[in-house]
């Protein structure tokens, strides 16, 4: 199959039961990836960004959809297929040091992640790690560290080497930057870019910096309260933003003053999010669109292409 994605969603949706109720975490989900390639996912907090990640990577089962990872339907791989196909579907932690053993050097925690996998002999390993070190732009005394030792940008390094020691083909990096100092942000971003052009990694990058989810992504999807509400190519969608939604999180970061140290898009949103047990009726945007009309609170818009490979729904896009 030569135009088979490497990955393929397809109207995925995953609900969490809480206290009884039902939380619409992600709605109806669809996107392909090709290797080598970055999709990036844009939202506010609880926009169901990383839910969708890990439904991706099966951390999580989707509750309807499906995941096609190289062909193969990743909901029904035996534990086995699975825990083999994972060497391919890696993740990148907001947090490092709580996605790391706090009692393994950083030498042990990277060849762990080959032992898992059953890579390599011990020899083959050791010097596996030591490649590593030096590739993500740590010294290799680093190895027998203990990650709490490191400074945050380190120990995003060592979370980076430990992804890739199996040689993924898809990472999902979730705000892999967000609690770096902004030189540092720089750093990994550079490195994240590099490793992907050395290995033809395929990204699905979340951030809430919307300037780098431009500058690394090749196409990007907009969620809110759990459903796509734009996509398109990095270029077209923040040159000609076509839903509401997505015009207020660009502006809101544009309203910050460049030097701010507190640049963080989408503060100030107006109004709330809906709650995501009983998102609205309609367009899920309307109780907070400046444009919404008396059919946007009736009728749900569809997901509908404004220029080629654009898409958004919008009753008015376009
Ligand atoms: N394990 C869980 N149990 C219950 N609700 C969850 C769980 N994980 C996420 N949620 C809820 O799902 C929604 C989407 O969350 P999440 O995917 O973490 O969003 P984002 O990454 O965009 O901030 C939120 O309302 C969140 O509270
Ligand atoms: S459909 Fe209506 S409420 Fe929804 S984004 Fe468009 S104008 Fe706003
Ligand atoms: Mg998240």
Known sequence: ??????????????????RGRTLHAVER????????????????SGSGKSTLGRVALRLLEADAGRVVFQGRDIAKLSSKELRQERRHMQIIFQDPLASLNSRMTVGAAIE????????????????????LLERVG?????????????????????????????????????????????????QIIDLLKDLQKEMNLAYIFISHNLGVVQYLSDRVMVLYLGEVVE?????????????????????SILKIPESSAERRPMTGLPGEMPSPFSPPVGCPFHPRCALAQDRCSAEKPQMRAVADGHLAACHFAG
Request: charged share 25%; with cysteine; net charge negative.
């Open 1 to 18: 199959m030569p135009d088979e994605p490497l990955l393929r969603v397809e109207e995925v949706s995953k609900h969490f039961k809480v």
């Open 29 to 44: 989900v669809s996107f392909e990836l090709d290797a080598g390639q970055t999709l990036g996912l844009v939202g506010e």
């Open 112 to 131: 762990d992640a080959m032992i898992i996998q059953g890579v390599g002999t011990r020899a083959e390993r050791r010097k596996h790690v030591d490649e």
């Open 138 to 186: 740590l010294p290799l005394s680093a190895g027998n560290a203990f990650p709490f030792e490191l400074s945050g940008g380190q120990q995003q390094r060592v979370g980076i080497a430990r992804a890739l020691a199996v040689k993924p083909k898809l990472v999902v990096c979730d705000e892999p930057i967000s609690a770096l100092d902004v030189s540092i942000q720089v």
């Open 231 to 251: 996509q398109g190519t990095a270029q077209d969608l923040f040159a000609d933003p076509q839903h509401p939604y997505t015009r207020v999180l660009i502006d």
